[in-house]
């Protein structure tokens, strides 16, 4: 990594970054300090948290750079954009989570159609509306924050709806629950809590709950389409009622549940 890599990196963070005194890096070969860094409760650097923070692997040529980048670098922006940045440049691994509705009733209609067309689904994730992906990475996970997530979703009532309709975006195909109003609710509810996380994962503009039944179909969504409507007009409408927030980790490339948070009944 160059010294323009290293800019950009620190150029994304919301806290000022600089290499710690020679006499005062850690001791172990090959780790590169930074100070400050930020805490899950979003404190900053030892003289708040006590915590020091590493990464490891890099460590000689970076530190290398940040003394040739000089000391006190400023940075500006939003500290989940530098953390996707820093896990594609360093090869950090941090293990990402998701913040979902999980909708069982919906297997029995959209189960196939992930098995064949979802990945998600081949690494143990059932069907689901997505509220925020990503979220925080695992290790910001602290008691706090965990805290904060069950008071925010106790206070939302469980959605009720209905899964009633295909639809498409440009090659996903999904099924929509109606009413929405109660999803975007509790997605909003989220974001006010924690608002570097957009809905949805900001991927659109607007956030449109939706349940997913086939990804990256191109040449096969308008069968898909049509296939999965004949299996819902059989079935019939799928009615749910979500009763928690599910919160669950990417790791292995499998996704597990970290924990669940119930929603006002």
């Not at 925020?132 to 965990?146: A, E, K």
């Not at 909003?188 to 503009?205: Q, R, S």
Request: overall charge positive.
């Amino acid at each position: 990594m160059d010294n323009a890599q290293l800019v950009s990196l620190t150029s994304l963070c919301s806290v000022n970054v600089r290499c710690l005194p020679k006499a005062d890096m850690p001791a172990r070969r090959g780790r590169l300090a930074l100070m400050p860094f930020p805490t899950a409760n979003n404190s900053f650097g030892p003289e708040k948290s006590g915590h020091w923070a590493s990464v490891d692997g890099a460590g000689v040529a970076l530190k290398r750079l940040c003394h040739d980048a000089g000391h006190g670098l400023k940075a500006s922006g939003r500290l989940a954009r530098f953390r996707d940045q820093a896990r594609a440049t360093l090869g950090v691994g941090m293990s990402r989570t998701l913040l979902a509705l999980m909708v069982p009733e919906a297997e029995p209609v959209v189960g196939s159609f992930r098995d064949q067309y979802d990945p998600s689904a081949r690494r143990g994730l059932g069907a689901h509306i997505t509220l925020i992906y990503p979220f925080l990475d695992s290790q910001w996970l602290s008691p706090q924050v965990l805290a904060r997530l069950r008071d925010v979703i106790a206070g939302v009532p469980a959605p009720m709806f209905r899964l009633i309709e295909v639809r498409t975006f440009p090659s996903v195909v999904w099924l929509a629950p109606e009413p929405a109003k109660h999803i975007m609710v509790l997605a909003d509810a989220l974001v006010a809590a924690f608002p570097d996380h957009p809905k949805g994962g900001g991927a659109f503009p607007d956030f449109v709950p939706h349940l997913t039944a086939a990804r990256g179909v191109h040449h096969e969504k308008e069968a898909v389409v049509n296939e999965l409507g004949v299996r819902l007009a059989d079935y019939g409408p799928v009615y749910c009622w979500c009763e928690n927030v599910t919160l669950l980790v990417s790791e292995d490339r499998r996704w597990r549940v970290l924990a669940q948070f119930p929603l006002l009944h």
